[in-house]
């Protein structure tokens, strides 16, 4: 036996660095393998998907936090419920779908490049304004957020943050989970967490009901939840099912898109080459005359493979979302035990392609949507969102480099991060933001006077 466990023990795959004393006992209680190499990432978490789509169990972020429903979409197991929530949220973002969200993209992105000239300053809260609003619109048809200090936005970003911390799994619950039985007048931690399920459920239920009287009163206007109550029958889901999936949009879809959107910003300084020849094809394309739109994106190859590079330059999901294996399986002669934790790490599959060419089925050139049957949903909406902002940010304004008192130009630093838990987005550093061309003003104002709300 000792021999056995020896000789499987040597032929598993890579796992997170031993601690000293008590070495991989964390690990070994989850079992967690890393995937550092493109190729063996894809051949597991894509090639094999049907074994490797669930999630390992997170009894505090899906379970508790939930009301004990396990209802997320992102960290649930792959399962029935989890299959009808999916189906939901893939065909409401595929590529033709999405379409429909194109004047609200339209519209934030002209939004945030007025933002950018009048006060360059606050580019990060820009950023995040833009980001937020489009997912709330999107989920909700939530009204264009004026600032970052709307209550209901205030109230999904607390929400988004428990379940940041309660996945780390540092809770002793994910090590022990008959602790999950301990009454909650015991402990501490259960009523906080039950509270705070509560508190998150009734904040997606107001959003959710909003549509629910908007439907009636007003008519259907383009939103996600609008498209659940519509066709519920088509996806079989509960009113729970809906309130839950609608509302978990936000947290898949801000910190993701408004990181990306800020490493493009950095980049953009950083490499003012580029800049310069993304602005003479959309000289070409678009002209000075009018700012670009979606229909001129099949024109604009080298704006959208800027997008493509960023996303692979520094994904938003460093190390992804962990996948499950759902039987035993042997990779390259490495055995992964059913239950064990997969994790890709994005960051390092996205910077070996020197060593290792992307697989035919990777058209993207990256792997920082994720891989197999758990890919991300919104990612055909995450390439629109960031489309039209750069198209509409590079039109309009030069991003330059902050210069010291000698007038030394001042580049930012393009390996320094904020580590957000999840997320990891540039270090703070100053840019010089001014417009383009002088019309490019007046033809911002018309725009955004055109908009009615
Ligand atoms: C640049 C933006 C984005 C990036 C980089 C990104 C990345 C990811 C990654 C890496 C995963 C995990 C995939 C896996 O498990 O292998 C994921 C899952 C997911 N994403 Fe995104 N995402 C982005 C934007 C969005 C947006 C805008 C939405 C919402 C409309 C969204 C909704 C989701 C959902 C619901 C899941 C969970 C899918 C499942 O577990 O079945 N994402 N995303």
Redo the contacts with the bound molecule.
Sequence with gaps: MVSYARSSRQRLPPQPRRLPIIGNWFQTIDRRWLFSREYDAFDV?EDRASSSSG?PRLILANEILYGGFATS???MDHGEV?RRM?RA?QEA?TKVAVQRYHPILTKEATILVSALLTNPEGREQHIQRTAASA?MS?SYDYPTLTSGHDKAVQDMDRHVHWVARASARTSPVEFFPWMIHIPKRFAKWKRESLKRAAERSEIFLRLFNRVKTDLVSVGVRPSFSATLIEHHDRYRLSEREMVFLAG??YG??FD??S??LMWWTLAMVAFPEVQCRAQAELGAVVGRARLPTFADAPRLPYVRAIIREV?RWR???RL??P?AAAEDEWYDGMFIPKGATCI?N?WHCNHDRAVFSPKETNKEGHV????????????N??ND??FIYTARVLWAANLGCARDENGKERPPDTSAFVDGGITSRPLPYDCIITPRFQEALSILVEERESFQD
């Excluded at 920082?368 to 990612?379: H, T």
């Design positions: 978490l999630r979409l992102p960290v989890w999916r949220a973002f997912i999107i978990q949009m898949a879809g993701t898109t990181t990306t996303s994904p938003a999901l992804g979302l996948h890709a994005i920082s949507f994720g891989f197999g049957r758990r890919i991300c949903v919104g990612k909406l995450a969102s960031l």
